[in-house]
């Protein structure tokens, strides 16, 4: 594997989940694939997960890491083309990313939607520019559109959790009192569509994926009616697609409750976290026994790995 943006660079899917269990099961079994290798870790945003399971993949596979924060007390780097850079930005991409490629023999890249320019996010204009110029493979820890890490680990957590080989699941749209991108849902819908589980997207109007995401996939807008049977209740908040980047709604009513997961299959609970509590879920339901959000981020060290074993083995 080359580069890890989508779950289009995997193999195949179902490869990718046999991958996994074999890392699960045997994690410092493959060392000598990363011994004298290095990943650096460029963080454009904050994260707690991402950098912390993605280091100890790489330390697990026999990696070195380095880490960098594109914050304050570095330089500020410019993403776009033919700018006069008199601001404040005091090196290009167009620099700096060879020369981290120069250093590493893997770069790891987060870069959010800025929420600025729709065009520019949806055309990944940073992560486009490491996969380009990086002279070694990449791997998005959440671009502008996709957050493909979690998107694998999700995958592997429901495997792990399904009691039906084709198990109902859920994504909900939730309240939040920011405006938060759409690269988790859109990376959600796009591994859920490479399985055979029934997927369901509830949302309220206006908050409508981006179509390239979710092609043919249901939208149920009764929320109640999205959880009836469900197996697996996904949560999580995005601003709106089509009002690009606003927020038209924190309706309370549609935080994930007991009341409404009392309408499920023994619902399994699933974020990605962070999470607001009694906001996005109600303490009463991530609390629960049917709540998998410490194995499901467990699971991102895990997938992390199989993404580094994949790319290391070419
Ligand atoms: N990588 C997991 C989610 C990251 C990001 N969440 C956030 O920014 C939450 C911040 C807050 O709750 O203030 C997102 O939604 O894409
Ligand atoms: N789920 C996730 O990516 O978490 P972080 O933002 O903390 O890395």
């Given at each position: 594997m080359k580069k890890f943006i989508s779950v289009k660079d995997l193999p195949s899917i179902e490869k990718a989940i046999e991958t996994a269990f074999e890392i699960k099961k045997n994690p410092y079994g493959f060392q000598h694939l990363g011994k004298n290798k290095t990943m650096v870790l460029v963080f454009f945003n904050s994260s707690l997960r991402t950098r912390l399971s993605t280091q100890k993949a790489a330390m697990n596979m026999g990696m070195n890491t380095m880490v960098l924060n594109v914050?304050?007390?570095s330089w500020q780097l410019e993403?776009?083309?033919?700018?006069?850079?008199?601001?404040?930005?005091?090196?290009?991409l167009r620099e700096a990313i060879p020369v981290i490629g120069r250093y590493c023999d893997v770069i790891g890249v987060r870069a959010f939607a800025k929420f600025e320019d729709k065009e520019a996010d949806y055309s990944e204009r940073i992560l486009t520019q490491f996969v380009d110029y990086a002279g070694v493979p990449v791997v998005s820890m959440e671009g502008a559109t996709r957050h493909p890490l979690q998107s694998y680990a999700d995958l592997v957590t429901i495997e792990e959790y399904k009691k039906v080989d084709r198990p109902k699941v859920v994504l909900t749209w939730a309240p939040h009192p920011r405006a938060l991108p759409q690269a988790v849902a859109n990376s959600f819908v796009e591994w859920m569509r490479e399985t055979d589980y029934e997927l369901v997207v509830t949302h309220p109007e206006g908050y409508e994926l981006a179509p390239e995401f979710m092609g043919d996939v249901k939208v149920e807008y009764d929320q109640k009616k999205a959880f009836e049977g469900a197996d697996f209740v996904y949560a999580k908040n995005w601003a709106s697609y089509t009002h690009y980047g606003q927020i038209l709604s924190k309706d309370f009513g549609w935080t994930v409750d007991e009341a409404k997961m009392?309408?499920?299959?023994e619902a399994k609970f699933m974020h990605c976290l962070p999470v607001r509590r009694n906001v996005v879920v109600t303490d009463g339901v991530i609390d629960s026994?049917?709540?998998?959000v410490v194995e499901e981020a467990y699971n991102r060290q895990v997938t992390a790995q199989a993404v580094l074993k994949m790319i290391l083995e070419g």
């Open positions: 914050t304050e007390d993403s776009e083309m033919g700018v006069v850079m008199d601001g404040k930005n005091a090196e290009h009392a309408l499920t299959n026994p049917n709540s998998i």
